[in-house]
């Protein structure tokens, strides 16, 4: 019902039902296509939203879809994830009540600030006419009356608002818009929703509610910063292209391909990055860092000229700054958040990296590398390619297989569209040195925040928003008990996914470490933890009481013909696998700075941090 002002036309809605009605009527673009906006909204409803914000989402059921899931911080990985492989073109909202199920997703609110991802969340709040107080799971603060748990969203949101009267959505939602879509502030925005104010109406106008379209926006490098760049790129002899998360998002691996080809130019890629060039391309290093290739760690040692695009340069890129070892070598930052383009004392080039790339290329004309660095990146190409295949070959004998060759087996059953999916331990590592992406956007790896649990959840959103593409998940098994919940989900939602369970019963990754810093294998493995019995964990039982298909294997070979099979499966897969704890892809890889105490009474660890200061010393501060 509407009513007339002499003004304008007003509609009278709930605050929940006009928060609907907005995020309903909002377009983008996405392959050329005008889309929705929001693809969805998890929610997972309690006292806190679930009359208010609950009875809205059923009106607009229809054109913005609410999907349910089993754990809070599980649905928000799985939209964080599909906005992830959605190239950030279009997003998903979350809704909780409040207490648990709001800071439930503020570890997903940490990880999607960190990768710079955009998701929206709409936890419920305490009564903002503070009626009832304490309402039931609110925190109180005898110091600070407006103290609520959702403040814990503050420091991981790039917008954070609290409703506490219905007309404040009129300048809150287009402001938590315009974060969710612009290419430099990107990343997730809360807006608490005070419970009783979801239910307070108000007379909104109607245009509020007009179908608006947010384009994606791409902006033009500065002219004096684009000159520096092309004169710094054309009295370099060892140029390397170091490529981030912000090629994909700016969709410009085509750019960046023909860029690099005719340069000259080789690439090396960040977890974010990796896939943004083909493996096949001349100029295609790998990873790079301390989970690099040693083609890639070579020539970023030597390197005069970096061209660092869309990249955070975290500590696993450069090292911990130990890796860029070049003489008077210089980086050029092309970002679209400056913040980024001005790490490491860089030359900013501050803009969308398809526009960025395109404007160096028109003032590079003929310019390239010089010979004796191009044949050299090709020589050093080869030879990882020769490591590589030892790497991830099928075992000999009856030995447990490694991760690296667990992943040769699954890239064998699989198709150059398939994506792969993983987050944390191990698998990050040897997955960015050996995975052979076949597409751009083939590889998704959560790897800025690292955070365990996200791997099935992240599967599901990926599959969501690429549901004509095999998504294959790898995870370990400390990381599938800590978060599983979501493979009913996508049981239930027809959302088909092939999880592999590597079981190395335990956190091998953080055993490893433990080892190189001098320590004895503690509380890592579960044989090494303190117990009365040893858990015999059936992950295949498991994942079938959660209504997948599921199968244990003992070999690789096993493990392609299982592959096989659930690729023609109607609903998710699980193959679970034992692989040894202690084995990893010694070739490659980089240093990274763990601090090793300096005084113990263990002989190892005294050594250890003997060469850690040693290693130190190659660390490059404040130039």
């Known amino acids: 019902m509407s009513s007339k002002t002499t003004r304008h036309k007003t509609v009278r809605l709930t605050m929940a039902q006009a928060v609907a009605r907005y995020l309903a009527a909002q377009r983008t673009q996405r392959n050329g296509r005008q889309v929705p906006l929001f693809a969805g909204i998890w929610a997972i409803f309690g006292h806190g939203n679930v009359s208010g914000f609950g009875e809205a989402l059923y009106q607009h059921r229809r054109d913005l879809p609410t999907y349910r899931a089993h754990n809070e911080q599980g649905m928000a990985h799985a939209a964080i994830a599909f906005a992830k492989a959605a190239r950030r073109r279009q997003v998903m909202a979350c809704t909780t009540s409040i207490g648990p199920g709001a800071t439930n997703m503020v570890t997903a609110a940490a990880l999607a600030h960190v990768n710079r991802l955009p998701v929206l969340f709409l936890p419920g709040d305490v009564f903002a006419n503070r009626r009832p107080d304490p309402v039931l799971q609110q925190v109180e603060d005898w110091g600070d009356g407006t103290v609520s748990a959702n403040d814990c969203f503050r420091p991981v949101s790039r917008y954070f608002d609290r409703i506490t009267r219905p007309e404040q959505i009129l300048g809150a939602l287009p402001r938590a818009l315009g974060i969710l879509t612009d290419p430099a502030e990107c990343g997730p925005v809360t807006l608490a929703l005070c419970q009783d104010v979801q239910a307070e109406a108000y007379d909104y106008p109607e245009s509020f509610f007009a179908t608006r379209l947010w384009r994606t926006r791409r902006p033009e490098p500065d002219r ?39 340069h000259g130019i080789p690439v090396a890629e960040t977890q974010a990055g990796k896939s943004s060039l083909a493996i096949d391309h001349r100029c295609a290093m790998g990873a790079i860092g301390v989970t690099g290739t040693a083609a890639a760690n070579a020539l970023a040692a030597e390197a005069d000229v970096i061209l660092a695009i869309g990249t955070r340069l975290q500590d696993f890129t450069t090292g911990s700054r130990s890796l860029f070892q070049g003489r008077n070598r210089r980086l050029i930052g092309l970002n679209t958040q400056a913040f980024d383009a001005a790490k490491h004392h860089g030359d900013c080039l501050v803009a969308d990296a398809k526009a960025g790339l395109t404007a160096l290329g028109r ?33 000999r004998g009856s030995a447990m297989p490694s991760d690296g060759q667990v992943i040769g087996a699954v890239q064998r059953a699989g198709k150059p569209s398939d994506i792969v999916v993983g987050a944390s331990g191990g698998l990050p590592g040897e997955l960015h040195k050996l995975w052979q992406s076949g597409a751009p956007g083939g590889y998704h790896l959560e790897y800025g925040y690292s955070c365990m649990g996200y791997e099935i959840a992240g599967g599901l959103g990926v599959k969501m928003a690429r549901p004509d593409c095999e998504v294959i998940v790898m995870v370990g098994d400390g990381s599938y008990l800590m978060m599983n919940s979501e493979l009913s989900t996508s049981v239930m939602l027809g959302q088909k996914l092939i999880v592999v369970v590597l079981d190395n019963r335990g956190y091998g990754c953080i ?39 599921a199968v244990q294997v003992s070999t690789t070979r096993e493990l392609e013909a299982a592959l096989t099979k659930a690729r023609g499966a109607k609903r998710s897969s699980v193959i679970v696998i034992e692989t040894d704890p202690l084995a990893t892809t010694k070739a490659g890889g980089h240093w990274w700075d763990v601090p090793v105490p300096e005084v113990s009474t263990r002989n190892d660890v005294r050594e250890a941090h003997r060469k850690y200061a040693k290693a130190t010393r190659q660390q490059i501060i404040g130039e």
């Open 363 to 395: 003032g590079l004309g003929d310019w390239s590398a010089p010979q004796s660095w191009q044949k050299r990146a090709a020589k050093l190409q080869a030879d990882w390619l020769t490591t590589h295949a030892r790497a991830v070959a099928a075992p």
């Open 511 to 549: 055993n490893r470490l433990q080892q190189a810093c001098g320590g004895e294998s503690f509380n890592n493995l579960l044989r090494d933890a303190k117990h009365a019995t040893l858990p015999e964990i059936d992950f295949a039982a498991h994942a079938r009481s959660l209504g997948a298909e």
């Open 224 to 262: 004096d910063e684009l000159a520096s760049a092309l004169a710094a790129l054309q009295r370099a002899r060892k140029p390397l292209i170091v490529a981030g998360g912000g090629v994909l998002y700016a969709e410009a691996e085509a750019t960046l391909a023909r860029f690099a080809d005719r």
